[in-house]
């Protein structure tokens, strides 16, 4: 490592973060703003309608998951309650990690993946 002149890097570094962060931030409630200005609040899967009362319950989806498209009409967001917006994600892994199944026979599967389904069903099945 070379010597350090002047002023500490840590204090530099700091500051460039700091930057970077506030910067970010600025970004995101830019977006956020935007979105709320030019979409109806309703939650794009449950269609919960929210008033100013708990609009911070709502937050942006981007639909191609790129925080930086930002298309001022709106076409890459999508507004999800913070409930949704959970599950989408957690779809997402739950679909990455596993390979599709069979086809399905009764066609009213959870969309969720829930551990205990089929025990749940054995165990109705015992009576
Ligand atoms: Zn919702
Ligand atoms: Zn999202």
């Known amino acids: 490592m070379p010597p350090t002149k002047g002023p500490p890097d840590a204090a ?6 700091a930057e970077a962060r506030r910067a970010r931030e600025e970004r995101e409630k830019g977006y956020r703003e935007q979105a709320l200005r030019v979409l109806p609040w309703v939650c794009g899967r449950c269609a919960r309608a929210f ?3 708990n ?3 709502l937050t ?3 639909k191609d ?8 009409d709106g076409s890459n967001w999508e507004l999800l309650c913070v409930y949704c917006h959970e599950d989408e994600h957690a779809r997402e892994l739950n679909a990455a ?7 399905g026979g009764d066609g009213i599967e ?8 089929d025990l749940a069903a054995l165990l109705k099945n015992r009576k």
Do not use: E, K, S, Y
């Open 110 to 117: 959870p969309a969720t993946h829930r551990p205990f389904a």
């Open 97 to 103: 990690g596993r390979d599709p199944g069979p086809p």
């Open 65 to 72: 998951h790129n925080h930086h498209h930002n298309p001022a």
């Open 60 to 62: 942006v989806h981007h």
């Open 12 to 17: 530099r570094l700091d500051r460039i973060v």
């Open 55 to 57: 609009v911070h319950l």
């Open 51 to 53: 008033d100013r009362a």
